[in-house]
Nanobody, 115 residues
């Protein structure tokens, strides 16, 4: 059973930066998992923010392209999301996801962008 734990969320002003981390445990084969970040704002559906596959190829939702960078360190079993130039509309709970035959989710971390 894969467990995912997010960290790094918080309160930041518009234009600021945050770095989210997702630490995986319960498997020695995280390198075979496609991993991604999703977010859910109040009253909205959960949406994909970015994902990264086993070869390191990345995909971003258009609204974060050029501002967010997803990366992974398989040796550390950790995925990251560097978020720059944050906007109020980025406010949401951010969830880590790992997918390989099954879907696994973290508990989420709150990101609030406000002046």
């Amino acid at each position: 059973q894969v467990q995912l734990v997010e960290s790094g969320g918080g309160l930041v002003q518009p234009g600021g930066s945050l770095r989210l981390s997702c630490a995986a445990s319960g498997t020695d084969f995280i390198r075979f998992y496609t991993m991604g970040w999703y977010r859910q704002a109040p009253g909205e559906q959960r949406e994909l923010v970015a994902n990264i596959n086993t070869l390191g190829y990345t995909n971003y939702v258009h609204s974060v392209e050029g501002r967010f960078t997803i990366s992974r360190d398989n040796a550390k079993k950790t995925m990251y999301l560097q978020m720059n130039s944050l906007k109020p509309e980025d406010t949401a709970v951010y969830y880590c996801n790992a997918r390989y035959q099954q879907n696994y989710w973290g508990q989420g971390t709150q990101v609030t962008v406000t002046s």
